[in-house]
């Protein structure tokens, strides 16, 4: 992620340390962020030809302001954000930002939406959040465990044992998000034999999994900033996250995240053929 291959080794003080930060941009890019919403907006389309791929003020100040304030605290470290892209950095820690995750839900004035910060330790993602400014949620995950807080009160995050399908919630974001033929069969496979399956959600689908609430996730066409902070939140109540190939997923691509370890071996047999 960074200019250097190294991997940086933290303390559990460290990571204290910029788990705070996180959820001090976090709650920056908030600030920035909700004088738009639910007002009057000029919405942008980034996407190159026909499809839709939509951008606000909002996305793009929020960004700035987070690469602004790591940028004053920790020049040395690299940033990678959705917006404004890769600013190198002499250390191999990169922070990951995704300043409006649900672009589609902000400018309906719906909820699902977040501002997500990763700190990637120069091979993987060590820490996640994801902030939600107008219901005031933030969700974390790290070596330290999967928390999440609201209304000044913490608690920690539990993914929910369920090793059947047929007795799992499915979600996805869009059904239209699967790049390729094959992989829309493949989640309405696994959709049909599983009890609940739902579209909607983006970010909150994750952290919801990781609160014990959503079994499944299943996507596709992902980037970096779009999963390398909620990796660390699926991991650390329990959950695992992949690739639908079984392989680390930080890059993005088709993701696939489970609570329970069991379902999602099962699930990589199911939409193994998809990847093939």
Partial sequence: MSSQSAVIRLTDDEIREYLAFACRLGELGGEV??????????????????????????????EEAISREIARVHPEHAIHGEE???????????????PID???????????????????????????????????????GSPLGAVLRRNGTEHRLHAR?????????????????????????????????????????????????AAGLIDVVIESALFAYDVQALIPIVEAAGGVMTGW???????????????????HRTLLEVLGWAVA
């Fill in 161 to 209: 044992a369920c090793a059947n399908l047929r007795d799992a919630a499915v979600c996805a974001s869009h059904p239209d998000q699967f790049a390729r033929r094959e992989e829309r069969a493949a989640f309405d496979l696994v959709a049909s034999k599983a009890r609940l399956a739902r579209f909607g959600g983006d970010c909150y689908n994750y952290c919801l999994l």
């Fill in 84 to 98: 404004h892209g890769r600013s190198p950095g002499v250390s191999p820690l990169c922070w990951v930002i995704d």
């Fill in 245 to 263: 190939d079984g392989q680390p997923c930080y890059q993005g691509g088709a993701v696939i995240a489970a609570g329970d370890p069991a379902l």
């Fill in 102 to 140: 649900g672009t589609r839900a902000f400018i309906l004035g719906q909820l699902h939406w977040g501002v997500l910060i990763a700190l990637n330790d120069g091979a993987r993602p060590l820490l996640g959040v994801m902030h939600q400014p107008y219901v005031g949620e933030t969700f974390l």
């Fill in 33 to 62: 962020i909700l004088p738009h919403f639910r007002a009057a907006l000029a919405v942008d389309n980034k996407a190159a030809s026909g499809g839709y791929d939509p951008v606000t003020i909002a996305d793009r100040a929020a």
